[in-house]
T-cell receptor, first 113, second 114 residues
Framework: DGGITQSPKYLFRKEGQNVTLSCEQN?????MYWYRQDPGQGLRLIYY???????QKGDIAEGYSVSREKKESFPLTVTSAQKNPTAFYLC????????????FGPGTRLTVL | AQSVTQLGSHVSVSEGALVLLRCNYS??????LFWYVQYPNQGLQLLLK??????LVKGINGFEAEFKKSETSFHLTKPSAHMSDAAEYFC????????????FGAGTTVTVRA
């Protein structure tokens, strides 16, 4: 089945540690996105990538980093510089055209202890 | 820049009653509009989208939305609510320019009373 997978589902981290969230898609989509979701704030864009080896900052990129070495994969690293990392993180992908919807993964809930 | 406003962060309806979720957008170019649904601790699922053509768009699970350019609105409706409609709903607009990013509203949580 085609789709987007994110792992792990739940992640716990101690303050000061970096952590990497996985996102893989087998939809052959060119574009991939990372969002952060907090209660009452909708989804905020962290980073996005329209092509392999290229990515752009979204609205809240500070404290995060990404890579896009393969078309299928777009991992997100939450660094110790992110002041408030506890949130629900969603990965999405699309064909990269304006009228094409984004398909979402199941999300990763990160909790900083 | 695009922006999306969803009126009402919470909506409560009785089972069998009309569901109406409001979405207004601002855009300097013709927008592409989307409604997504999210169940607890899950990703978002597309309900419907408007790109061009017919302004009344039908989606999954009996939902539909009407694009009204003069009112800059894209309200979501369902004639008869089911218990399974309890979820959070997000309106989104596709940004102009080459990046094709989505801007999301803050979301509306729907509860359905038996």
């Amino acid at each position: 089945d085609g789709g987007i997978t994110q792992s792990p589902k739940y992640l716990f981290r101690k303050e000061g540690q970096n952590v990497t969230l996985s996102c893989e898609q087998n939809l052959n989509h060119d574009a991939m996105y990372w969002y952060r979701q907090d209660p009452g704030q909708g989804l905020r864009l962290i980073y996005y990538s329209q092509i392999v080896n290229d990515f752009q900052k979204g609205d809240i990129a500070e404290g995060y980093s990404v890579s896009r070495e393969k078309k299928e994969s777009f991992p997100l690293t939450v660094t110790s510089a992110q002041k408030n990392p506890t949130a629900f993180y969603l990965c999405a992908s699309s064909l990269g055209d304006r009228h094409n919807e984004q398909f979402f993964g199941p999300g990763t809930r990160l909790t900083v202890l | 820049a695009q922006s999306v406003t969803q009126l009402g962060s919470h909506v409560s309806v009785s089972e069998g009653a009309l569901v109406l979720l409001r979405c207004n957008y601002s855009s300097s170019v013709p927008p592409y509009l989307f409604w997504y649904v999210q169940y607890p601790n899950q990703g978002l699922q597309l309900l419907l989208k408007y790109t061009t053509g017919a302004t009344l768009v039908k989606g999954i699970n009996g939902f539909e939305a009407e694009f009204k350019k003069s009112e800059t609105s894209f309200h979501l409706t369902k004639p008869s609510a089911h218990m399974s409609d309890a979820a959070e709903y997000f309106c989104a607009v596709s940004e102009a320019g080459r990046d094709y990013k989505l801007s999301f509203g803050a979301g509306t949580t729907v509860t359905v009373r038996a």
